[in-house]
């Protein structure tokens, strides 16, 4: 049976557009669309979790059961033949939707939600169940306006020159690093690009070993490292191309130190940027690395954070 793709909602305008995207996303799945609201005992237990000597649970609030069927009834309206269940939990939005997460495909959150401060970039739940869910999680973040930015595209021809164009709805941009706990972002990215009809843009960021100093540049070996980054990229992304032969592939090499910063660039004109949850020099104990914090918090699209296997 194909997992449900979840969404959280809480009434804000975030939660009601990363809804409508969820139902988007499961329409291409061919899955069905649940809409999870976790609400607050009056005791406030209900933010860490039940534990028996938790007073009786109480009534779901009617207010949110009715915000849940009128969007339900929208986003079937918009999507015909699209199955939209809802629920209420007694738990808060956060751990309402990490426990959901074992048996989703998706998860989707908005960028923030009720209750979250105008300067905050992203709200609690957002952040939260990014680096705790045991699924795929997606920051809905509204896509930039306007159209016409490019990225670098190292294998467009010279009658192109060397850059593709894209516009709002453009290609789905996935970081590579080359470690084995990003392959399932990498799938993840394909099966989406291969969903959309869109192109896949794979960034892969390296530094010249030969540079570290910036006193002694050894052309040869910053070849070298090129040469290395090129093979990181392309071994990363085989296996998945095998298995999604129809999805074009654009290849992107950047040097430099600042993978966060190519990524937010390339998400200005991307339909969907996938990471992995941690990298290359993360640390064990961390569950989400600096790249995909930081794009959560700055992308200019929604955002896929993908735990490695």
């Not at 009658?159 to 392959?183: I, K």
């Amino acid at each position: 049976m194909t997992r449900p793709v979840i969404a959280g909602v809480d009434g804000s305008p975030p939660s009601l557009d990363a809804a409508r995207y969820a139902a988007a996303l499961a329409r291409r799945r061919g899955a069905s669309l649940e809409l999870v609201h976790g609400h607050l005992h009056p005791l406030g237990y209900g933010s860490l979790g039940l534990s028996p000597a938790s007073p009786a649970l109480p009534d779901a609030p009617a207010e949110g059961q009715a915000m849940l069927d009128e969007l339900a009834a929208s986003l079937r309206a918009d999507h015909p033949g699209l199955e939209v269940r809802t629920h209420q939990v007694p738990l808060g939005g956060a751990p309402a939707l990490i426990d959901a997460s074992g048996r989703a495909a998706v998860v989707v959150v908005g960028h923030r939600g009720l209750g979250g401060f105008a300067e905050l970039l992203l709200g609690s739940v957002g952040a939260q169940v990014s680096a705790h869910a045991r699924c795929p999680v997606v920051v809905y973040r509204p896509p930039a306006v306007g159209t016409g930015a490019v990225l670098a595209d190292p294998e467009a021809s010279a009658g192109e020159g060397g850059h593709l164009s894209y516009g709002t709805d453009g290609p789905v941009v996935v970081g590579v690093d080359g470690s084995a706990t990003g392959a399932p972002a990498i799938d993840f990215a394909f099966a989406e690009a291969s969903a959309r009809g869109v192109p896949l843009v794979a960034v892969h960021v390296y530094w010249a070993r030969a540079r570290d100093t910036l006193r002694h540049p050894d052309a040869d070996a910053d070849a070298q490292a090129e040469a290395e980054a090129h093979h990181v990229l392309y071994s990363a992304l085989a296996p998945h191309h095998t298995r999604f032969p129809a999805v074009e592939v654009r290849r992107q090499l950047t040097h430099g130190l600042d993978p966060e910063h190519s990524l937010v660039e390339a998400s200005r004109k991307a339909a969907l940027v996938v990471v992995g949850s941690r990298g290359r020099g993360g640390f064990t104990g961390l569950l989400l690395g600096s790249v995909s914090q930081t794009l959560i918090h700055h992308a200019q699209c929604p955002v896929a954070v993908v735990h490695g296997g």
